[in-house]
């Protein structure tokens, strides 16, 4: 009668020995989903590769409102043997673009490099720089 009871109990209180194998079940499908999206992430980002990345630093500018141009100096860091292409813009005091320029750059085997850019304005400048750069 007690193991009635019991059972009873366990039925009631959702205890039983089929509710037990389900739960266990559950949480082992969740693991292996879990281990499943982990593994696939980790190959997916494995294998995205390394790109090569460039970066563009600009370290002035020199107002020529007399010819209508800015020059702009920037250093580019690019890995060695890559084609580069940036671009140089001019700015005026609402920082709206008054001339830009796209600058093609060979491969070179140096890694970190400085150019000098004049850009023709259409109207007066306030500053220039380098708006991005990319490989080509």
């Not at 194998?21 to 190959?43: N, P, Y």
């Not at 995205?48 to 580019?76: C, F, I, Y």
């Not at 860091?77 to 001019?90: D, L, Y």
């Not at 890694?111 to 720089?129: D, I, K, Q, S």
Request: proline share 3%; glycine share 6%; aromatic share 8%.
């Amino acid at each position: 009668m007690a193991e009635q009871q019991t059972d009873e109990l366990a039925e009631r209180y959702g205890r039983t020995r089929t509710r037990r194998t389900r739960d266990r079940m559950l949480v082992i499908g969740a693991a292996i989903a879990f281990a499943i999206v982990l593994v696939a992430w980790v190959v997916w980002a494995g294998l995205d590769g390394q790109k090569p990345s460039v970066e563009a630093t600009d370290t002035g500018h020199r107002l020529m409102n007399e010819e209508r141009a800015v020059e702009v100096s920037w250093t580019l860091s690019v890995p060695p043997g890559n084609e580069t292409a940036c671009i140089v813009q001019a700015l005026d005091e609402d920082f709206t673009v008054v001339g830009w320029r796209v600058v093609e750059i060979p491969a070179s085997e140096q890694y970190l490099r400085t150019f000098t850019e004049t850009v023709r304005v259409a109207r007066e400048a306030n500053t220039g720089l380098i708006s991005s750069c990319w490989l080509t």
